[in-house]
């Protein structure tokens, strides 16, 4: 899929964009700082600021891609399913567990929507709400559900022994009912 967010940028600052991704992939959003992403690039950090404002506006390009792949990989689980809950909580769950870095840098901080390219976050929304009736409520419990069993997944907080596959199982089916 080609990205939106990243097509609104500079080719130059695609570039620097693409390396932090995969910075962050590699090492995580601890260590995606502007100097070492600046090393791997082979510039001076400063010059990052010609292309982009701040950190803030790298991340932002960051989650705005994550947001973008999310919203098509959710629009493609529930156009397969019949259970669309149960297929959003699947695609959600094999996102953050195939990007844990890039989940992360999306979920775990205050999301500064004024700088996130325009509509993606709605965009990723949007399949979650008709699995809901477009009851808002709902689809934010859903969320909240799948996104609190990613992070305690994640950060490997259930015991050795726990049935995690079972836990998502019946969490959706109550939100299935």
């Known amino acids: 899929m080609a ?48 292309h982009l404002r701040d950190k803030q506006a790298l991340e932002a390009a960051l989650i705005s891609v994550g947001f973008e792949e999310q919203a098509e990989l959710f629009a493609r689980a529930v156009q397969r399913s019949d259970a669309p809950i149960a297929a959003l909580a699947a695609a959600y769950r094999d996102f953050a567990r195939r990007q844990p870095n890039l989940y992360r840098l999306m979920a775990e901080r205050p999301l500064r929507r004024d700088l996130l390219a325009s509509g993606v976050e709605e965009a990723a929304a949007r399949p979650l709400l008709d699995a809901t009736g477009d009851d808002h409520g709902r689809a934010r419990a859903v969320w909240a559900f799948a996104h609190g069993m990613v992070m305690l997944e994640l950060n490997r907080r259930f015991p050795p022994d726990a049935d995690l596959d079972t836990a998502w199982r019946k969490g959706i089916e109550a939100f299935s009912r």
Do not use: C, F, K
């Not at 932090?20 to 690039?41: C, K, N, T, V």
């Open 3 to 50: 990205s939106h967010a990243l097509s609104r940028l500079t080719p130059r600052a695609r570039e620097i964009v693409q390396t932090a991704r995969q910075l962050l992939e590699q090492e995580g959003p601890d260590a995606l700082s502007m100097r070492r992403l600046a090393a791997r690039l082979g510039i001076r950090a400063s010059s990052i600021y010609e």
